[in-house]
């Protein structure tokens, strides 16, 4: 089956993401495709590139991405949810005068259509929410 | 408009479960209807529990410079979103008179709520 999923809980100070990533985990153990996470809401935090947990602490951004170096799973962002909440990528940055970025490749921040697309495309798209 | 009494269905479902104010998850939650919409898909919105509260009359921004979501409630005919419904029982928890609501939607028992659900093919919950 083919699976999105739509994360819009934050990394660190609630559970939603991390359901998630074990769900994510669980699905594709099963040999089920995982087309695309979808963070939305502050669920955009989880690409933020500057996250640097504790090393005795789960690390979501970089479970995330290696989400997607193993599996090709596509991790976007809503732009208009990441650029109000300081997460922004090198284009965006220069765009906005900013002198630094905080989102980066795999992360692509695109529009919510895309979300409306994986929804209808897609098998399954479950939410995990705070 | 068709006949929404018996006509629940459509292509996307919004349910919305936040007031207005205090976060942001119905205006994000309203954005991403809106999108969809735009994209040429059938949108129903349903309000649920503290949701409901999105539909009381007369609000205003509050103090926290935040936009309000009242005038989004307004744009909603413009993007030709009309299946609005409701959780019956929670207008009557929150002591709402539906006489008082800025936009009609349609109060649904919990089991008419399942048929919605059933009868579109996303569901987004905010």
């Known amino acids: 089956m083919r699976y999105a999923l739509l994360v819009q809980g ?4 609630r559970q939603a993401a991390h359901s998630a990533l074990r769900f994510a985990r669980a699905l594709l153990a099963r040999g089920h495709t995982l087309e695309s996470v979808f963070f939305y809401h502050d669920g955009v935090y989880n690409a933020a590139r500057l996250a640097a947990p504790p090393q005795d602490e789960p690390h979501l951004v970089d479970a995330w991405r290696a989400l997607h ?3 090709g799973t596509r991790l976007q962002v809503c732009i208009a949810a990441a650029l109000r909440r300081g997460l922004l990528d090198e284009r965006e940055a220069s765009r906005h005068g900013k002198t630094g970025h905080s989102v980066e490749p795999p992360f692509e921040l695109t529009g919510l259509g895309q979300l409306i697309d994986l929804g209808l495309g897609c098998d399954r798209l479950v939410t995990f929410s705070p | 408009m068709h006949d929404r009494d018996t006509q629940l269905g459509g292509d996307v479902l919004v349910i919305l479960r936040h ?11 309203l954005d991403a ?3 969809a919409a735009a994209f040429g898909q059938a949108v129903s919105l349903l309000f649920m ?3 409901v509260m999105a539909l ?7 103090p926290l410079g935040q936009k309000g979501t009242a005038p989004t409630l307004d744009m909603l005919a413009m993007y030709d979103i009309e299946a609005l419904y409701l959780e019956s029982g929670a207008l009557s928890a929150l002591g709402l008179n539906r006489d008082a609501l800025q936009l009609p939607a349609q109060p649904l028992e919990a089991a008419d709520i399942a048929n919605l659900i059933a009868a579109h093919r996303l569901v987004l919950t905010f």
């Open chain 1, 10 to 13: 934050p990394p660190y100070s």
């Open chain 1, 69 to 71: 170096d193993e599996h």
């Open chain 2, 19 to 29: 007031p207005p104010h205090g976060s942001s998850w119905l205006r994000e939650g």
């Open chain 2, 33 to 35: 209807a809106l999108v």
């Open chain 2, 49 to 51: 529990g503290d949701g």
């Open chain 2, 56 to 62: 009381a009359g007369g609000q205003g921004q509050g």
